[in-house]
């Protein structure tokens, strides 16, 4: 049964510490989203990759977070120094050619303190 | 405006009865529609696709009027294990899915 996985589950940290937050998309899916959702605003795309290249991170506090796709099956999210107001759940989600099906992960709930 | 609205709920029904969503959308452009669901804690999952047609799944009704630019999802004999948020769901002409806040549905015995 193919998923997506993200590691950790859960991550508290003390504000200004450096977070990484990784994703393993399903094998053979070549388009790959993080989100972030708080109760608030709902899902918020932050940056998408195909075929590991950066598409749009229009949605991503440039100062504080990056997005890389290192190879096809990992994707990593990382927030530089982190703030309080980055609380919130973090999704990744995968898609196969000629699909709009996105296959989320089970999501890295963060709390920065 | 948000691109996609839903009205958050909760929608509290008795089991055994009908329930209806309806979400608009802003950008007329959109080509493709969905539901997503979500159970609370966890990741979400597509419930199903929306055509211009309409389509229905087993208890599960979904309907697009483009003119007025709105989707519903009708929900028949509702079950206690329909209690979730469904997320309306709306992408235009590139790969973004744009995800509506979503409405909670509350099934009781």
């Known amino acids: 049964d193919a998923r997506v996985t993200q590691t950790p589950r859960h991550k508290v940290t003390e504000m200004g510490q450096e977070v990484t937050m990784r994703c393993q998309p399903i094998l053979g899916h070549n388009t790959v989203f993080w989100y972030r959702q708080t109760m608030m605003q709902g899902l918020e795309l932050l940056a998408y990759?195909?075929?590991?290249?950066?598409?749009?991170d229009s949605g991503m506090p440039k100062d504080r977070f990056s997005a890389e796709m290192p190879d096809a099956t990992l994707a990593t999210l990382k927030i530089q120094p982190s703030e309080p107001r980055d609380s919130a759940v973090y999704f990744c989600a995968s898609v196969g050619a000629s699909s709009y099906e996105q296959y989320f992960g089970p999501g890295t709930r963060l709390t920065v303190t | 405006r948000k691109e996609v609205e839903q009205d958050p709920g909760p929608f509290n029904v008795p089991e055994g009865a009908t329930v209806a969503f309806n979400c608009t959308y802003s950008?007329?452009?959109?080509?493709?529609f969905f539901w997503y669901r979500q159970d609370c804690r966890k990741e979400p999952k597509l419930l199903m696709s929306v055509y211009s047609s309409g389509n229905e799944d087993g208890r599960f009704t979904a309907q697009l009027n483009r003119a007025s630019q709105y989707i519903s999802l009708l929900i028949r004999d509702s079950e206690l294990s329909d209690s979730a948020t469904y997320l309306c769901?709306?992408?235009?002409?590139?790969?973004?899915?744009?995800f509506g806040t979503g409405t909670r549905l509350q099934v009781f015995p």
């Open positions: 950008n007329s452009a959109s080509q493709s």
């Open positions: 990759f195909r075929n590991r290249a950066p598409l749009d």
């Open positions: 769901v709306v992408n235009g002409n590139t790969d973004k899915l744009i």
